[in-house]
């Protein structure tokens, strides 16, 4: 370290060491920074390529800014040029409480473009000053840009998966460097998303891997904050730290906002897209009932259609044959042997008083009767014209129903004179008397009148 006399803008010590100083630079580099080894009280100048560094105004985390301890400055730089003010100086503690261990003062001075600091003598190794950014925020802010067409691929996604273990790999991975920015985690063209459930100790290549405490956004949701979980080390310690960071949703894919972390080891963790058996196997049972679902109800929906179709049909045909007539007779080509033989030789059956007192006479035309002539006693004669069968051609049954028709006429007008003869005193018997005496109206009506049935 070369010592500069005179003004401190004009004549200070350049720090050593500046690139291991920063507070994204942890503890487990080798060697530790120690200042009280070799430090020499006086203004020191921090730059690193060419660029001035300021000491951090906000504490770090334990074993950062290559040490264990690391010092920082609890208040503000001057902003007049040429000023001097007086700070304290902070130690910070291994614990997450202790941010201020021990406290003494740090001269400040405002240069042309720089900062000179006076700072004194270190107690106690391992402590060093800290120069460089200041821990990162946890809450990310979302650059203008579409992070859709923007966004980065994530670096060593092959080592980023729930299931590869830091045993499995010689080094961790550490996000400590890792620029704040949008990232998509595309490998072997297929996306990656961060795990939504809890990952074991030593998951994702790293000693603290970071998975996401939240559902990831659909595509109408836009950018959308999300809460990412630090796993601890101790069992049961799922979440140690919450960190934010902002999810795209870019329809096919997601991307992610990822600020660095702010201690080693530690890196964010990334899967393939999978799809658990259970819940195939609930999707699949779901569809197969679906489908059995459908298929019953288009089975019943057609039987109600064939039944519905099928009772109209025969509500139709009942109206049709109620409204439609009959269709027209068909007589039987046989024509019965009986109507057949009075077709033939028509014959007139009387008996003695009947040919005396009156016949049936017959017309020339062989299958038809003109007229019926009946005689009484008196010698009168009542002719009866039967109406002729019409002269159109008539079907075989039709004219048998005709000739019975006419032989019914011709026997009931025979029995009627008979019945007339047997009343006669002169003719027999009386009928009456006969019927009194309780003599069988039948063999009496035999005996006195020679009676004959027509049928």
């Given at each position: ?335 019965p042997q009986r109507v057949q033989a009075e077709f033939e030789t028509p014959q007139v059956e009387v008996d003695t008083v009947e040919q005396q007192e009156g016949a049936i006479h017959y017309s020339e035309n062989n299958y038809r009767p003109n007229a019926v002539i009946v005689a009484d006693n008196d010698g009168v004669e009542d002719d009866q014209v039967i109406p002729s069968p019409p002269k159109k051609k008539m079907s075989e049954l039709a004219r048998e129903a005709y000739l019975q028709y006419v032989d019914s006429i011709e026997r009931s007008k025979n029995l009627k004179e008979k019945l ?36």
């Open positions: 370290m070369k010592v500069a006399e005179g003004n401190p803008c004009n004549s200070h010590n350049i720090i050593n060491n500046v690139g291991n100083r920063g507070t994204r630079c942890t503890a487990l580099s080798s060697p530790l920074i120690c200042d009280r080894n070799g430090f020499e009280p006086g203004w020191y100048v921090a730059s690193y390529e060419g660029k001035f560094i300021q000491m951090t105004e906000n504490f770090p985390n334990p074993f950062t800014c290559g040490t264990e301890s690391p010092i920082w400055i609890n208040g503000t730089h001057p902003t007049i040029e040429n000023s001097t003010i007086i700070v304290t100086g902070c130690v910070r503690g291994f614990l997450n409480s202790d941010t201020c261990i021990q406290t003494f003062p740090i001269q400040i001075k405002k240069c042309s473009g720089f900062y000179a600091y006076n700072l004194p003598y270190v107690d106690l190794c391992f402590r060093g000053y800290c120069f460089g950014p200041t821990p990162p925020s946890t809450t990310a802010t979302i650059p203008p840009s579409d992070p859709c067409l923007h966004a980065m691929a994530l670096p060593n996604l092959d080592r980023r998966g729930s299931l590869c273990s830091l045993t499995e790999h010689a080094t961790s991975l550490c996000d400590r460097t890792l620029k704040p920015g949008w990232y998509k985690a595309l490998d072997d063209n297929m996306f990656h998303d961060m795990p939504a459930e809890c990952v074991s100790i030593g998951a994702c290549s790293t000693e603290e891997p970071i998975w996401l405490n939240g559902s990831l956004p659909q595509f109408a949701d836009g950018a959308v904050l999300r809460k990412a979980c630090v796993r601890g080390v101790i069992p049961g310690d799922c979440c140690k730290k919450m960190i934010d960071v902002y999810i795209r949703n870019c329809f096919t894919y997601n991307v992610y906002y990822l600020p660095y972390t702010d201690v080693c080891h530690r890196a964010y963790c990334f899967d393939k897209p999978t799809i658990k058996v259970e819940k195939s196997s609930k999707s699949l049972v779901f569809i197969l009932l679906g489908c059995f679902a459908g298929v019953l109800l288009v089975t019943i929906a057609v039987a109600i259609i064939v039944i519905k179709t099928k009772r109209l049909k025969i509500g139709h045909s009942r109206v049709d044959l109620q409204n439609t007539p009959p269709p027209p007779y068909s007589p039987p080509t046989h024509v007339d003869r047997c009343m006669d005193s002169n003719s027999g018997p009386d009928y009456r008397t006969m019927m009194k005496e309780n003599i069988s109206a039948k063999e009496n009506h035999n005996k006195a009148c020679n009676f004959r049935r027509p049928f």
